[in-house]
């Protein structure tokens, strides 16, 4: 059983992947911190990385995000391969990535923070065009749920989920299909984090392919279709969450029989 959605134009089996890793390979001088990875994201999948610390993870998350240029091996989105000089370029091809640490601007309002460097403006002298950001901001916010005073609010009088929801709605503006979030509950607490599931669940229901690193395993159950393990840079297993146990993936993640 899989969660593809099956559309007039693109009937589930015959969508080529969001992503596609083959054979991603990144070495830090004489550390090899991802050997030979492969992967493939469908639209409308959430997949879950998992590994123990230093695995490799965000590594990948940063290839993938054009932050680091792989050593070897190739990127394909939607069926094109696709080479990345860096995380604008990225960006510009439709790959978003939601950061731990967020990287949003506190003393500004919510509209600002989902426009960043891709300010609306209007007339010849480029006058920001607050009203249409405010206002397509909160359209966006609404479509998610994500339940915040105002898209005029200063983002640093919202709390901590608000913030991360604002931050992966950001990524689903810009993102044309392809959503990487790096640990994006781990600073939230429990009713923080059910939030932002819920919003990283619409993703999938709005058809966006999701990578998302989790050292959570209840979370990776509750929310992922599939789960890729990694173990010291190689991928020891990609699984059906429906396939799997907790234990099973503890086991594959420690490399010691449970
Ligand atoms: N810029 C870098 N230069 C050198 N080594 C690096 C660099 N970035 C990561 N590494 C190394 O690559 C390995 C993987 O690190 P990475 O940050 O990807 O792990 P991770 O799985 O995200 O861990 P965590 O769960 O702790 O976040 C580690 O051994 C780390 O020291
Ligand atoms: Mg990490």
Request: aromatic share 4%.
């Amino acid at each position: 059983m899989n969660s593809l959605p099956a559309t007039a134009d693109s009937p589930a089996g015959t969508t080529d992947p969001a992503l596609r890793l083959v054979g991603i390979h990144k070495n830090f001088g004489g550390v090899v911190a991802i050997k030979r990875f492969d992967l493939e994201v469908m639209p409308g999948e959430i997949v879950a990385l998992v590994g123990d610390n230093g695995a490799g993870k965000s590594t990948l998350i940063k290839i993938i995000s054009g932050l680091y240029q792989p050593s070897e091996g190739e990127i394909w989105l939607n069926g094109e391969p696709a080479k990345f000089r860096d995380a604008s370029d990225a960006r510009a091809k439709g790959v978003e990535v939601v950061y731990q640490d967020l990287a949003l601007v506190q003393d500004q309002p919510v509209y600002m923070n989902m426009f960043l460097g891709r300010e609306l403006t209007k007339g010849p002298l480029r006058i920001l065009d607050r009203k249409k950001m405010a206002r397509q901001t909160q359209e966006l916010v609404d479509t998610l749920d994500v339940r915040i005073p105002s898209a005029r609010a200063t983002l640093s009088d919202l709390s901590g989920g608000q913030r991360q929801g604002v931050a992966i709605c950001r990524a689903t503006h810009w993102a044309s299909g392809l959503v990487l979030l790096d640990e994006p509950t781990a600073a939230l607490g429990v009713a923080e984090t059910a939030k932002v599931e819920e919003t990283i669940a619409k993703l999938r229901e709005r058809g966006a392919a999701v990578l998302i690193v989790s050292h959570n395993m209840e979370q990776v159950f509750r929310l992922a279709d599939r789960v890729a393990v990694l173990r010291r840079g190689t991928q020891v297993g990609v699984k059906k969450l429906a396939d799997t146990s907790h234990n099973e993936l503890v086991a594959m993640i420690t490399g010691l029989q449970s």
